[in-house]
Nanobody, 120 residues
Framework: QVQLVESGGGLVPPGGSLKLSCTASISVFSIYDMGWYRQAPGQQRELVATITRGGSTNYADSVKGRFTISRDSGKKTVYLQMTSLKPEDTAVYYC??????????????WGQGTQVTVSS
């Protein structure tokens, strides 16, 4: 059974930094595209950042230049370094693992989420 376990959330003042981690119990972690999503109260879950198995990254416009996604296949872990945090970054952050095989089987896994609160 695949599990994604996030850590690193917490309370931080505006302008502060946090680093989220997500460790996956996936036997072939390196072939998955990984991502971070977030959901604020009363809002839909939205994409924050993704990193492909090849290392290509994509960011939501709202976090470009402030957040950095990275991965360590040896540790089966994906990271989200967040800097210059704003109150509007407050949300539950979810880790995602996604794979579409050559025969079009799709696998999509989610972590349980970690709370990030930006407040003075």
């Amino acid at each position: 059974q695949v599990q994604l376990v996030e850590s690193g959330g917490g309370l931080v003042p505006p302008g502060g930094s946090l680093k989220l981690s997500c460790t996956a119990s996936i036997s072939v972690f390196s072939i998955y595209d990984m991502g971070w999503y977030r959901q604020a109260p009363g809002q839909q879950r939205e994409l924050v950042a993704t990193i492909t198995r090849g290392g290509s990254t994509n960011y939501a416009d709202s976090v470009k230049g402030r957040f950095t996604i990275s991965r360590d296949s040896g540790k089966k872990t994906v990271y989200l370094q967040m800097t210059s945090l704003k109150p509007e970054d407050t949300a539950v952050y979810y880790c995602n693992a996604h794979l579409v095989t050559v025969i079009a089987n799709e696998y999509n896994y989610w972590g349980q989420g970690t709370q990030v609160t930006v407040s003075s």
